[in-house]
């Protein structure tokens, strides 16, 4: 998840001149210190939703301004950045975490933590999959075994993640339901990884209204992404987003351009000779791009 970040600082590089210049003129021992250390330090702050702008973007203030230095940090962001106050757009539904930092004279610090529960995903940026990280049994409940094969195969959804083992020949899918919006190009990617390899293994994703059904195969539309063992991939460890190790695979990987607004479903299926430690996946996203 990508978060757009606009930066609106006071700079206080004035303030840091003029302290600098004080602390310079200062004995470089007075007993235990020179005493210049800043004390009650507020790292207090306001979260404020920017309701002309996008619902999904959150404007966050400090509450005062008696610091050096002021900085944020979300969870899943960019990184920690400076500022009095930022403006930050979540694509994402979820619960965030906003962590503003103030420090004042001779390295003291504050830390005030507020948490962001963001309801919905904005409905271009966000991720329309829902329970892509299989972190909790709400994401975990959001996915339907499609059972190709009867048995040989199996998914386990556990431990953050969903992996499928076994071999034989045999496969076996997830899918769930996803809103789509005429007109709108989707690209859809997902971390994959193997601490094996496998040996004469498919791996592929579908985009497609057709419901699937337990006990048939399901290529409806063609598969969008892939990745297979006689594409010449996958046969030793991997680990990345599918976009990048998939092979075996014609043109983007990922691409589904919604020809109606409607429910589809999207597919992913695995199955093969033999999955050795299995295939995993993590992250599942499938975001619109205009």
């Known amino acids: 998840m990508n978060l757009s970040i606009k930066l609106k600082s006071i700079t206080k590089f004035l303030s840091v001149v003029i302290l600098a210049a004080i602390m310079s003129c200062q004995p470089d021992k007075l007993g235990e210190g020179n005493g210049l250390v800043a004390s009650d330090l507020d790292a207090s702050f306001t979260i404020t939703q920017v309701t002309d702008n996008n619902n999904n973007t959150y404007l966050f203030t400090a509450d005062n301004d008696q610091y050096i230095t002021s900085s944020w940090d979300v969870t899943g962001g960019d ?97 769930q339901t996803v809103d789509v919006i005429e007109g709108l190009t989707y690209k859809v990617d997902m971390l994959v990884s193997s601490t094996s390899g496998v040996q004469n293994t498919w791996f592929e994703v579908f985009a497609s209204s057709t419901q699937p059904v337990d006990g048939s195969d399901y290529s409806d539309g063609g598969a969008i992404a892939k990745f297979s063992t006689w594409g010449g991939c996958a046969n030793e460890p991997f680990s990345g987003k599918l976009s990048i190790v998939g092979c075996d695979f014609n043109g983007e990987q990922g691409i589904y351009i919604a020809e109606a607004t409607e429910t589809i479903y999207l597919v992913i299926k695995c199955g093969g000779e033999d999955l050795k430690d299995g295939v995993s996946i993590d992250n599942v996203e499938m975001r619109a791009l205009n």
């Open 79 to 175: 990184g920690i950045s400076v500022g009095d106050t930022e403006e930050v757009f979540i694509p994402d539904a979820g619960i965030y975490n906003v962590k503003h930092t103030v420090t004042g004279i001779g390295g003291a610090a504050n830390i005030v933590t507020k948490t962001l529960n963001v309801e919905i995903s904005d409905p271009i940026a966000g991720n329309i999959v829902k329970g892509g990280r299989f972190d909790t049994d709400d994401d975990i409940a959001e996915w339907t075994v499609l059972n190709i094969s009867a048995s040989g195969t199996e998914w386990t959804l556990a431990d953050g993640k969903a992996t499928v083992t076994g071999g034989g020949w045999n496969q076996k899918g997830l899918y």
